[in-house]
């Protein structure tokens, strides 16, 4: 069974940088072709994709928050990265950390709230 754990700070102030982890058990992130993937959900607002990368590396990133982010993995770890730089009070959201197929999330983590505010 696959699961996944988010962690990092909750609060963020503006200007600095969101940083969070996703530590995953019951499968390695550098197998079966797996997509490893951030998603938020602004309050009140819709999920959004983030960026995901796949088992081979490669990286791929919402058009929208390209310039600001970042995800990168630790293989020896089995966990996978998110950085988003410059955060705003528009960045405030609950952030998952999911895997699965490149059209199918088959796994999420229970999610993590982290506030963008000073």
């Known amino acids: 069974q696959v699961q996944l754990q988010e962690s990092g700070p909750g609060l963020v102030k503006p200007s600095q940088t969101l940083s969070l982890t996703c530590t995953v058990s019951?499968?390695?992130?550098?197998?079966?072709?797996?997509?490893w993937s951030w998603i938020r959900q602004p309050p009140g607002k819709g999920l959004e994709w983030i960026g995901s990368?796949?088992?081979?590396?490669?990286?791929y990133y919402s058009p929208s928050l390209k310039s600001r982010t970042s995800i990168s993995r630790d293989t020896s770890k089995n966990q996978f990265t998110l950085q988003l730089t410059s955060v705003t009070p528009e960045d405030t959201a609950v952030y998952y950390c999911?895997?699965?197929?490149?059209?199918?999330?088959?796994?999420w983590g229970q999610g993590t709230q982290v506030t963008a505010s000073s």
């Open positions: 999911a895997g699965g197929q490149f059209d199918r999330v088959l796994w």
């Open positions: 019951g499968d390695s992130i550098t197998t079966n072709s797996y997509y």
């Open positions: 990368i796949h088992y081979s590396g490669i990286t």
